[in-house]
C-alpha cells in the first residue's frame, strides 16, 4: 500500500529521513503516528526508526541530544524541529514485567517492529509512502480488530502495562479485541500489580475519557483486570458506569473519575485516590465533584456550594445529570455565580488584621469566628464586599 499524500508532519520531517537514507541506511517513520494517518486521525508524534546505531545517527546531524541513548534514542535538531530518532532493536528478557534487561540495536526492520506491541502499531511507512505491514495490521485496521504482533502470551509477559494500553486502544479506536488476544490480556491480568500505578493511571485515564470507553470499560471488566487495580475489587459496583446511556463521553477526566468513585460507593475518594498516587490537585477537585454530586442529588445548588466547590464542579455534576434524563439548572448555577461577590476569602476587601485593629479585637477565637461569619455573609449576599458594610456589620454584632 501506499499513501497517495503525506501529511504535513510527515512532509517536514522528510529531510531527516533523507539525510539518513543518503548517509547510507534505512530509515522509517513508525508506530502510532502511521497508524493514525491510516485511520485518518490527528498527529501527535513523529517516531523515526532507523538501522544507524546512536553514534552513527550522531555523526551525521549536527545538533543532537541524547534523551535515551542507552535505548538508541537520540533527539535530532534541525530545521527548527525536535525529531527522536531510534535505532532498530530488539529486546533481551523482561525481568520486571515492563522493562527488557538490555537492548540489542540491529539492522534490520523486520526484527525490530516484531517487539512493537499490537499489529496496528507496527507498520513503517518510507519516505515514498510506501506502508510496510510485515503482520497484517492493514487488515485488522480495515476490520476494526487489535490483535497483539506474534504470540500474544508473550507480548503480556514482556510488558504487563500493554494490557492497559490495549483496552485503552479499544476505547479510543472503537476496535474489537482480537480473541486470542483477549485470552492472553485476561490470563495475564494479575501482574497488572507488577506495574507502577502511575502509569496505569495515565493508561486508565486516558481510556475513561475517549469516545468509546464503554467498550474499553467492559473489556476491563472481562477479562477481570479490575481485580488487580486499588480499589476495584467490586465489579457489580463498578458496573454501575456502564449504566450511563450509551454514547455518553465524560466531559474531562474530574467528570470520569469522580462518578467512577460515586459508582464504587466513596463519599470522600481523597483515600483511593491516594492509592492511585494522583496530584494532590486533581484529588482535591474529584472531591469536589464527589461533594457536589452528593450536594445536588439532596437540593439544589446554594451560593455557598458555588463557593466552596467551584463552578466547575458544579457544572460538570449538571451535565451528568443532564446525560442521566434528571431535571436540571444550568441557568441557577450561572445566576449564582453572576451574583457571586467573591470567590475566595482573599478577595475580601477587608482583612481580620485591619478588623482587629478597627475594633481593638484580640488574637483569639473571636477574630476567627467573626471573620468567617463575614465572609459567608458576602457569599449569601447578605453583606456587601465593601469596607463600610463590613466595618458596620462588625459593629452590628458586637453590640
Not at 485511520?39 to 553514534?55: F, G, N
Not at 479510543?172 to 497488572?192: C, G, I, N, P, Y
Request: hydrophobic letters at 45%; glycine letters at 6%; proline letters at 2%.
Amino acid at each position: 500500500m501506499r499513501l497517495e499524500k503525506m501529511p504535513a508532519e510527515f512532509v517536514e520531517a522528510l529531510p531527516i529521513l533523507q539525510k539518513i537514507r543518503n548517509a547510507g541506511y534505512e530509515a522509517y517513520f513508525v508506530g502510532g503516528s502511521v497508524r493514525d494517518v491510516l485511520l485518518d486521525r490527528e498527529i501527535h508524534d513523529v517516531d523515526i526508526a532507523t538501522s544507524a546505531y546512536p553514534a552513527e545517527t550522531k555523526r551525521i546531524f549536527e545538533h543532537t541530544i541524547d534523551i535515551g541513548i542507552e535505548h538508541g534514542t537520540v533527539l535530532v535538531l534541525e530545521n527548527g524541529g525536535e525529531y527522536e530518532v531510534t535505532t532498530f532493536r530488539t529486546e533481551d528478557v523482561y525481568v520486571d514485567y515492563r522493562r527488557p534487561s538490555h537492548v540489542n540495536f540491529v539492522r534490520q526492520l523486520s526484527e525490530d517492529l516484531l517487539r512493537r506491541d499490537f499489529t496496528i502499531n507496527a507498520f513503517a511507512l518510507a519516505e515514498n509512502g510506501d506502508v510496510i505491514d510485515l503482520y497484517h495490521g492493514l487488515d485488522d485496521l480495515e476490520n476494526r480488530i487489535l490483535r497483539a504482533v506474534g504470540t500474544p502470551q508473550d507480548r503480556f509477559n514482556e510488558d504487563a502495562l500493554r494490557i492497559m494500553r490495549g483496552l485503552r486502544f479499544a476505547a479510543v479506536l472503537d476496535f474489537e479485541l482480537a480473541s486470542e488476544t483477549f485470552v492472553a490480556m485476561k490470563s495475564h491480568a494479575h501482574l497488572l500489580e507488577k506495574i507502577s500505578i502511575e502509569r496505569i493511571f495515565i493508561e486508565l485515564d486516558k481510556l475513561l475519557t475517549a469516545d468509546f470507553w464503554q467498550k474499553g470499560f467492559r473489556d476491563l471488566l472481562a477479562i477481570s483486570a479490575a481485580d488487580y487495580l486499588p480499589g476495584f475489587s467490586d465489579a457489580q459496583k463498578l458496573a454501575q458506569l456502564l449504566k450511563l446511556p450509551e454514547g455518553f463521553v465524560f466531559t474531562n477526566s474530574v467528570q470520569a473519575w469522580g462518578y467512577l468513585l460515586h459508582s464504587l460507593g466513596y463519599s470522600d475518594g481523597k483515600f483511593l485516590l491516594k492509592k492511585w498516587k494522583v496530584s494532590k490537585d486533581f484529588a482535591g477537585q474529584v472531591t469536589h465533584f464527589l461533594t457536589a454530586y452528593q450536594h445536588r442529588k439532596a437540593a439544589a445548588f446554594s451560593s455557598e456550594d458555588l463557593y466552596h466547590l467551584g463552578l466547575s464542579s458544579l457544572t460538570l455534576v449538571e451535565e451528568l445529570l443532564a446525560a442521566q434524563g434528571a431535571e436540571t439548572d444550568f441557568e441557577r448555577i450561572c445566576a449564582l455565580s453572576d451574583a457571586l461577590q467573591i470567590r475566595e476569602r482573599k478577595e475580601i476587601v477587608m482583612t481580620a488584621g485591619q478588623i482587629m485593629t478597627a475594633f481593638d479585637i484580640k488574637p483569639g477565637p473571636e477574630i476567627g469566628e467573626l471573620f468567617h461569619e463575614i465572609e459567608l455573609a458576602i457569599v449569601r449576599n447578605q453583606l456587601e464586599n465593601s469596607e463600610t458594610a463590613i466595618l458596620n456589620y462588625v459593629k452590628d454584632v458586637r453590640k
